[in-house]
């Protein structure tokens, strides 16, 4: 017997379908980082500049890093011409961070790396069961980030 075969469908618990989908969706996102010499962390920071420009304090909030480890992740990316700072309009001690042209083109190839794999993992699913998954994982995630605050 192949002792790393698939689970049977409901054989999971909650616990161990949500630790094996996180395993899964890593391994996706560690390709395509592994792709562009990005790692996961670098990842998430592209991801969540794609759509805004946060400050340094809310991008500790976003990726749950201290502001040493922001402080370095942002100068890694601004250093390979990904990221960079502009002033604070409301806060002129401050600044906020933003993508390059640079990285909003491997955002671009990346994510579409991201995605294509993330489709292939749920391309056993029908529409209806697609449309369930993405409205529970939203609910979890609300709920997850509303607890944090």
């Known amino acids: 017997m192949n002792h790393e075969s698939a689970p049977q469908p409901g054989a999971l618990t909650i616990a161990d379908g949500l630790a094996q989908l996180s395993f899964l969706?890593?391994?996706i996102l560690g390709r395509a980082g592994a792709e562009h010499d990005l790692s996961i962390i670098q990842i998430r920071l592209l991801g969540i500049l794609r759509d805004r420009e946060p400050s340094m304090l809310q991008l500790a909030r976003f990726l749950n890093l201290d502001k040493s480890s922001i402080t370095g992740l942002v100068d890694r990316a601004e250093r390979r011409g990904l990221v960079e700072r502009v002033a604070d309009a409301q806060d002129r001690?401050?600044?906020?961070?933003?993508l390059t042209d640079a990285g909003r083109q491997l955002v671009r190839s990346a994510?579409?790396?991201?995605?294509?794999?993330l489709m292939a993992a749920v391309q056993g699913l029908d529409e209806a069961e697609r449309a369930q998954l993405a409205a529970i994982a939203g609910k979890i995630i609300a709920q997850a980030t509303a607890a944090r605050e």
Do not use: A, C, Q, S
Request: proline share 0%; glycine share 32%.
């Open 25 to 27: 969706v890593h391994g």
């Open 93 to 98: 001690r401050g600044f906020r961070v933003r």
């Open 111 to 117: 994510g579409g790396e991201i995605e294509r794999g």
